[in-house]
């Protein structure tokens, strides 16, 4: 069902550890030129243009796209009660988290009478995303909207494709999360449209964003991509991936538990052990069989798992491990070893760390306070996840007095003839001969 990919006795470089484990073949190239009509017929049509994409994507033709507060309303107040209780004590450990990013502002006083301020301000407004399809993700709605809150961004749209089941509305769980967190501002506009309408707005139906955040599939991905100028983005979050670092002392049952969970999303989501037990990770296909076989979506599951993008990895011992999880730099990455803290303690690079046989990453997908917005594809070497920070700017305001002005010129006009711009001297000195 999954393949192995035997690294032991291979000492390779990042790319060569990445080459051994390729990922699901994703061509966002070619994505983007399948979603350029779409974005075209956002940007030059309106409200009803939306409603025909809706019928041709989504198979429903909404009464709206705004999505009525009524609807809203009723939605919440027809929530599951258990799963309002769930969505509650989520959104306080998710805003408890959150609310330790919050970033001060820092004036620097570089010389008497000369001062550096860096103030951190909120985007005006960002559209949200979130995904329908295969599952309904009102922990998405809780991710995006709670660290854009605590950012405090004045203004907060979220897209979610129209449901056939639901007359053309968006899940009403997803409904009723909005109304539990105070957005009202909801449209039910699903894929590439979603972005296109956050970027370039429509006239009287939704005001241009600053931002987009958000998960959704090859197509939002590509939209994201096609649009970022035209407005900001968090990244191009594709399919969900987990890599779990383990050892003799891992349970196997937990260990296929976990590999399971990140595979039932999607037929092309990742799933990786890496291990220096054989008898691990001959128990671990063991389970994987005997657990698949009594899940709801053991077809999907079946896929992700013999897909090229998952594989069991073995490796010589945990210090090759590291190294190959690191290089992978997966979205989830789970440490199930006997030191798991101190293996912990030399990742660089992963979406989120998951540490130790209690802190699986169905946790954080939830409840654990973290976000699960999170790089994927190899995207954490050089990028983090969804958090307060992801709605703010840091602005330089600068401030100098005519004395400590006055003692600078001679190092600006030096400066400034050494790259031959002799107008940005002429701009200090004249100040002097003005003075």
């Given at each position: 069902?999954?393949?192995?990919?035997?690294?032991?006795?291979?000492?390779?470089?990042k790319a060569g550890y990445n080459a051994e484990l390729p990922r699901a073949a994703l061509d966002?190239?070619?994505?983007?030129?399948?979603?350029?009509?779409?974005?075209?017929?956002?940007?030059?049509?309106?409200?009803?243009?939306?409603?025909?994409?809706?019928?041709?994507?989504?198979?429903?033709?909404?009464?709206?796209?705004?999505?009525?507060?009524?609807?809203?309303?009723?939605?919440?107040?027809?929530?599951?009660?258990?799963?309002?209780?769930?969505?509650?004590?989520?959104?306080?450990?998710?805003?408890?988290?959150?609310?330790?990013?919050?970033?001060?502002?820092?004036?620097?006083?570089?010389?008497?009478?000369?001062?550096?301020?860096?103030?951190?301000?909120?985007?005006?407004?960002?559209?949200?995303?979130?995904?329908?399809?295969?599952?309904?993700?009102?922990?998405?709605?809780?991710?995006?909207?709670?660290?854009?809150?605590?950012?405090?961004?004045?203004?907060?749209?979220?897209?979610?494709?129209?449901?056939?089941?639901?007359?053309?509305?968006?899940?009403?769980?997803?409904?009723?999360?909005?109304?539990?967190?105070?957005?009202?501002?909801?449209?039910?506009?699903?894929?590439?449209?979603?972005?296109?309408?956050?970027?370039?707005?429509?006239?009287?139906?939704?005001?241009?964003?600053?931002?987009?955040?958000?998960?959704?599939?090859?197509?939002?991905?590509?939209?994201?991509?096609?649009?970022?100028?035209?407005?900001?983005?968090?990244?191009?979050?594709?399919?969900?991936?987990?890599?779990?670092?383990?050892?003799?002392?891992?349970?196997?049952?937990?260990?296929?538990?976990?590999?399971?969970?990140?595979?039932?999303?999607?037929?092309?989501?990742?799933?990786?052990?890496?291990?220096?037990?054989?008898?691990?990770?001959?128990?671990?296909?063991?389970?994987?069989?005997?657990?698949?076989?009594?899940?709801?979506?053991?077809?999907?599951?079946?896929?992700?798992?013999?897909?090229?993008?998952?594989?069991?990895?073995?490796?010589?011992?945990?210090?090759?491990?590291?190294?190959?999880?690191?290089?992978?730099?997966?979205?989830?990455?789970?440490?199930?070893?006997?030191?798991?803290?101190?293996?912990?303690?030399?990742?660089?690079?992963?979406?989120?760390?998951?540490?130790?046989?209690?802190?699986?990453?169905?946790?954080?997908?939830?409840?654990?306070?973290?976000?699960?917005?999170?790089?994927?594809?190899?995207?954490?070497?050089?990028?983090?996840?969804?958090?307060?920070?992801?709605?703010?700017?840091?602005?330089?305001?600068?401030?100098?007095?005519?004395?400590?002005?006055?003692?600078?010129?001679?190092?600006?006009?030096?400066?400034?003839?050494?790259?031959?711009?002799?107008?940005?001297?002429?701009?200090?000195?004249?100040?002097?001969?003005?003075?």
């Amino acid at each position: 069902m999954i393949r192995t990919v035997d690294l032991r006795g291979k000492a390779l470089t990042k790319a060569g550890y990445n080459a051994e484990l390729p990922r699901a073949a994703l061509d966002v190239a070619q994505a983007m030129a399948l979603v350029e009509p779409i974005l075209h017929r956002v940007k030059t049509g309106g409200e009803s243009e939306l409603i025909k994409l809706a019928q041709e994507f989504d198979g429903v033709t909404p009464a709206s796209i705004r999505v009525p507060q009524q609807a809203l309303d009723s939605a919440l107040a027809s929530l599951d009660p258990a799963i309002r209780a769930a969505l509650e004590l989520s959104i306080e450990r998710v805003r408890k988290v959150h609310n330790d990013q919050v970033r001060v502002d820092k004036t620097t006083n570089v010389v008497d009478g000369g001062t550096v301020t860096e103030k951190w301000i909120p985007v005006d407004r960002v559209g949200l995303y979130v995904p329908g399809g295969r599952a309904v993700y009102p922990s998405s709605v809780v991710m995006n909207v709670v660290p854009a809150q605590i950012a405090k961004v004045s203004s907060i749209a979220v897209a979610s494709p129209p449901q056939k089941e639901f007359a053309g509305l968006p899940h009403p769980t997803i409904l009723a999360t909005c109304a539990l967190l105070g957005v009202t501002e909801v449209f039910a506009v699903g894929g590439a449209q979603a972005i296109a309408m956050f970027a370039y707005g429509v006239e009287g139906l939704c005001e241009k964003s600053d931002l987009v955040t958000g998960p959704g599939n090859i197509y939002v991905a590509a939209a994201k991509r096609a649009l970022r100028g035209v407005i900001g983005i968090d990244s191009e979050a594709g399919p969900t991936e987990i890599a779990i670092l383990a050892d003799s002392s891992a349970r196997a049952s937990d260990v296929a538990a976990d590999l399971i969970s990140q595979a039932e999303h999607d037929v092309i989501a990742a799933a990786i052990l890496v291990t220096d037990s054989i008898d691990l990770a001959n128990k671990v296909e063991a389970e994987l069989k005997i657990q698949i076989a009594k899940t709801k979506h053991k077809e999907r599951i079946t896929a992700a798992l013999s897909g090229v993008q998952s594989a069991i990895v073995l490796v010589d011992d945990m210090k090759q491990g590291i190294d190959v999880v690191n290089a992978y730099a997966a979205e989830h990455l789970e440490i199930q070893t006997k030191n798991s803290r101190e293996d912990a303690a030399q990742i660089r690079n992963a979406g989120a760390v998951f540490i130790g046989r209690f802190s699986p990453v169905s946790l954080g997908d939830y409840s654990a306070g973290s976000n699960h917005v999170l790089p994927t594809g190899g995207c954490a070497c050089h990028s983090s996840g969804l958090s307060v920070q992801t709605f703010l700017r840091g602005l330089h305001f600068i401030e100098y007095g005519e004395k400590a002005f006055t003692d600078l010129v001679p190092t600006v006009v030096t400066l400034a003839n050494s790259e031959d711009l002799p107008a940005h001297g002429q701009a200090m000195t004249i100040r002097l001969e003005n003075s």
